[in-house]
């Protein structure tokens, strides 16, 4: 205190030596109360602004590595808010994704209390709401990959609508329309009862089986953990094949911590599921080694090719030989891998092609050996595009390759490292390793959120395949935020009413019209929803 009061006496305050101490004045003295509704107001904006940004169900003692990339996100825009600072250009990577319509709202108006500070803000977005509020819009394409990498526009939202070949410019003004599609008839449903995880406490809910069911509801109402962690557990246990626990590499740092088990029951429908897909956004390996070649098994029927040419027969190189994980057909010096690992003192490690193989990953001999005048290397560069129309007449490879594509995959190269991957690509290439499959019908497919990070191109693409999987006699079950898709299920599901303790709770559940209907002053969805249907 000594010093706070020579510092205020220095810039020209005075000492108030006749003043009283304040730790020795009384506790409802006026000038603690004084200091108290000065802190209490500071903490009072932080947490308003914390609310604002749909944070408000996330507990003061949470840790920050528990957080996701959305939620860390809007918490570091919290604070930026609160610094109150002017002149600055703040980068924002798809703010939106993962938040319901209604919390995207509060994000807007955080976006707009830093613009009016004084501030630029750059974002990348697929969101079209938040695209038509921009005051610049800058749309890069046309297409993905090797096709895109192009300005197609830059300038005011409205001036995109003249440009033919953007890709965007079909659904931010409304000229594209979906197939129109007869809702279909549940075959059954699928009863739980007394479903009790995290934040659902004795839920009872019903699935249709036999139809495509989107679950909705604001950041943190329930939904994940109904359709995520509930569901799929007592579907498992039903089947006898219990979810094994996840090793402490595979398990997700925003789930760590002591395992929660679930409780409830399902009363009804099991006898009209034999299987059980959940297609998550895990990685689909953890090294570069494993790749969308390996991971789809498109690679082993590749390999196959190339140890049947004469030169591997008469060399007497079988399909081991071209694989990068086998010691006879790999560079010897990075053991496959195409990079070595250059330690640094005082420094992270860094990696550096291989010098020997220049990153091919093969030994000499083994990348004599052509297929139509390209090697195993070269095939594992091409993107899957290319590789559709190299490959036309192999229909093994084909079935994977056509999947890949239609799912909006076309741009990923076959050796493209898994570590590469983002989460929505590898979910996507689980899907299309599910979707090569023989379609047998009964099976359950879970996915949360499918189309987060993607173009609504992409996500068109994407619904298509799950459609389709509906139509083969199964039931896809997804999490979602993005209105379109609710639109166009079957079933809609959504939870509530808020976030937290504040939900957990089925609001209301029905066709999408039904929703719209019922859920006028119950449900957040509703007017939403109520705008995408028309």
């Known amino acids: 205190m000594r010093a706070a009061v020579a510092r205020r006496v220095a810039s020209g305050g ?68 609160a610094s109150q600072l ?6 924002l990577d798809e703010p939106s994704a993962g938040l319901h319509p209604a919390d995207g709202e509060a994000l807007f108006s955080a ?72 809702k279909r008839t549940p075959a059954d449903w699928l009863r739980l009862e007394n479903v009790t995880r995290n934040n659902l ?4 809910v019903a699935f249709p089986l036999g139809c495509f069911t989107t679950v909705t509801g604001i950041s943190g109402s329930g939904k994940s953990s109904l359709v995520s962690q509930a569901l799929p557990e007592l579907v498992a246990e039903w089947l006898g094949r219990p979810i094994a626990a996840e090793t ?13 088990p679930t409780g409830g029951e399902i009363t009804a429908g099991m006898e009209r599921i034999r299987r059980l897909v959940r297609v998550d956004q895990k990685p689909i390996g953890r090294t570069p080694r494993s790749n969308l070649a390996t991971y789809t098994g498109l690679f082993d029927h590749v390999r196959k090719l190339f140890a049947e040419t004469p030169t591997a027969r008469r060399r007497r190189y079988d399909a081991g030989r071209f694989s990068f994980n086998v010691a006879k057909g790999r560079c010897p010096t990075c053991e496959g891998e195409g990079f070595v690992s250059v330690e640094l003192l005082f420094m992270p490690s860094v990696y550096a092609p291989c010098s020997t193989c220049g990153g091919t ?10 297929w139509r005048g390209k090697n195993i290397s070269d095939v594992l560069q091409m993107t899957v595009d290319s590789a559709c129309a190299f490959f036309a007449d192999e229909p093994q490879i084909m079935r994977a390759l056509t999947v890949l594509k239609d799912i909006g995959l076309g741009y990923l190269r076959l050796g493209q490292p898994a570590t590469e991957l983002s989460g929505g690509e590898a979910q996507r290439i689980k899907l299309a390793t599910e979707l090569q499959r023989a379609q047998r019908g009964e099976t359950l497919y879970i996915l949360d959120e499918p189309t987060t990070g993607l173009h609504s ?9 799950l459609q389709g999987l509906v139509d083969a006699g199964n039931t896809v079950i997804v999490v979602e935020h993005d209105m379109r898709v609710a639109a166009q299920s079957d079933w809609v599901i959504d939870m509530g009413p808020g976030a937290g303790e504040e939900g957990g709770k089925l609001v209301v559940s029905g066709t999408p019209e039904d929703v719209v209907r019922r859920g006028k002053t119950s449900s957040f969805t509703s007017k939403y929803l109520k705008a995408c249907l028309s």
Request: hydrophobic share 35%; net charge negative.
């Open 86 to 91: 002017f002149g600055v250009i703040y980068v």
């Open 457 to 465: 191109t992409d996500s068109d693409r994407l619904l298509i395949q």
């Open 111 to 182: 976006l707009q209390r830093l613009k009016a500070a004084g501030n630029s803000l750059f974002v990348v977005e697929h969101d079209l709401e938040m695209m038509r509020r921009a005051d610049w819009l800058v749309d890069v394409g046309p297409a993905a990959g090797t096709a895109g990498g192009q300005v197609v526009y830059s300038g005011p939202p409205a001036g995109l609508a003249d440009i033919e070949e953007s890709q965007t410019r079909l659904h931010l003004f409304g000229d594209y329309r979906p197939a129109p599609r007869s």
């Open 201 to 204: 406490h004795d839920l009872g």
């Open 14 to 81: 005075s000492e108030h030596k006749a003043s009283p101490d304040i730790r020795r004045t009384t506790n409802q003295s006026r000038e603690k109360q004084v200091a108290a509704q000065r802190i209490a107001s500071d903490l009072l904006e932080r947490l308003t602004t914390l609310i604002d940004l749909g944070l408000g169900y996330l507990a003061l003692d949470r840790g920050t590595p528990t957080l996701s990339s959305g939620e860390l996100q809007r918490l570091r825009l919290a604070t930026q808010l």
């Open 248 to 260: 402490d590499e595979e398990r997700d740092p925003l789930l760590d911590g002591e395992d929660i």
């Open 361 to 370: 990953r093969y030994n000499p001999e083994t990348l004599e050996i052509e």
